[in-house]
């Protein structure tokens, strides 16, 4: 953050390091690419950690007992961070959730340790920010766009604005409570999409069964259409100049 005036009073800028006791992480290793199943030991994926939920199944499975450490295995309640993606992804951040399965952590991806439990919600809101994604992206190092990656000491150098105990308290609540209001929106109109969906194709297999419309008997029927496509198509073809249309079988 550089325009610091512009904080509410009694707001601090402090570095994220400040914020950390320390940050942990794994190793990278060969491991079969596919999920765990309940009796093995995962290493998580940083696919695990994009889409704004902690997914345990994006992970890889473990061979090697030699290699498994239920020190860095994933706990309810963990600060996970991607220290290595696109520049869009780079810095994802989630607060694991749902944890059922053993999975480690990998080098790509890292466990913050907070002084205080309570300042978690509020950093990983803001690491989702436009200002926080704004300094991940100014200091994440590569050269191309397919893989970018932030170190520890730079992810300590992240501008971190900071309220107030009980303010910081009530607007952590609140956006939880419009991120939940949000969520049940995106729910709904989901199941309107699928729903409208299954109308679509109700509607069109109605169609093509002669189902949507009552059958008049007086109508013409579609063997006079057809019989005047044929017609039609005969006398294009006898006036047409240019090259001659190769022939297609027709069905009668």
Same mark, same amino acid.
């Given at each position: 953050?550089?325009?610091?005036?512009? &904080?509410?009073?009694?707001?601090? #800028?402090?570095? %994220?390091?400040?914020?950390?006791? @320390?940050?942990?992480?794994? !190793? =990278?290793?060969?491991?079969?690419?596919?999920?765990?199943?309940?009796?093995?030991?995962?290493?998580?994926?940083?696919?695990?950690?994009?889409?704004?939920?902690?997914?345990?199944?994006?992970?890889?499975?473990?061979?090697?007992?030699?290699?498994?450490?239920?020190?860095?295995?994933?706990?309810?309640?963990?600060?996970?961070?991607?220290?290595?993606?696109?520049?869009?992804?780079?810095?994802?951040?989630?607060?694991?959730?749902?944890?059922?399965?053993?999975?480690?952590?990998?080098?790509?991806? &890292?466990?913050?340790?907070?002084? #205080?439990?309570? %300042?978690?919600?509020?950093?990983? @809101?803001?690491?989702?920010? !436009? =200002?926080?994604?704004?300094?991940?992206?100014?200091?994440?190092?590569?050269?191309?766009?397919?893989?970018?990656?932030?170190?520890?000491?730079?992810?300590?150098?992240?501008?971190?604005?900071?309220?107030?105990?009980?303010?910081?308290?009530?607007?952590?609540?609140?956006?939880?409570?419009?991120?939940?209001?949000?969520?049940?929106?995106?729910?709904?109109?989901?199941?309107?999409?699928?729903?409208?969906?299954?109308?679509?194709?109700?509607?069109?297999?109605?169609?093509?069964?002669?189902?949507?419309?009552?059958?008049?008997?007086?109508?013409?029927?579609?063997?006079?259409?057809?019989?005047?496509?044929?017609?039609?198509?005969?006398?294009?073809?006898?006036?047409?100049?240019?090259?001659?249309?190769?022939?297609?079988?027709?069905?009668?």
């Amino acid at each position: 953050m550089s325009a610091r005036d512009e &904080l509410p009073t009694g707001w601090v #800028v402090t570095p %994220l390091a400040e914020l950390l006791t @320390h940050i942990e992480t794994g !190793k =990278s290793f060969k491991c079969e690419e596919r999920p765990p199943d309940a009796d093995e030991v995962g290493v998580v994926k940083v696919s695990a950690v994009s889409w704004g939920e902690y997914r345990e199944r994006e992970s890889k499975t473990c061979m090697d007992v030699d290699r498994v450490n239920p020190d860095i295995f994933v706990r309810p309640g963990d600060f996970l961070f991607s220290r290595a993606n696109t520049i869009d992804l780079v810095g994802a951040c989630v607060i694991a959730r749902h944890v059922t399965q053993r999975v480690m952590l990998s080098d790509k991806i &890292l466990r913050f340790q907070f002084a #205080v439990d309570e %300042l978690k919600t509020w950093v990983l @809101h803001f690491l989702r920010s !436009k =200002s926080g994604r704004a300094q991940i992206e100014m200091l994440a190092s590569g050269n191309q766009e397919s893989m970018r990656n932030i170190g520890q000491e730079r992810i300590g150098q992240i501008q971190v604005p900071l309220p107030p105990r009980v303010e910081l308290a009530r607007i952590v609540a609140k956006v939880e409570e419009t991120h939940s209001v949000l969520d049940a929106a995106a729910a709904e109109l989901k199941a309107a999409c699928e729903k409208l969906q299954r109308y679509r194709q109700s509607l069109l297999k109605a169609a093509f069964a002669g189902q949507l419309v009552p059958q008049v008997p007086a109508d013409e029927p579609a063997s006079a259409l057809l019989a005047r496509v044929r017609a039609e198509r005969a006398v294009q073809a006898a006036t047409f100049k240019g090259p001659r249309p190769r022939k297609s079988k027709v069905a009668p």
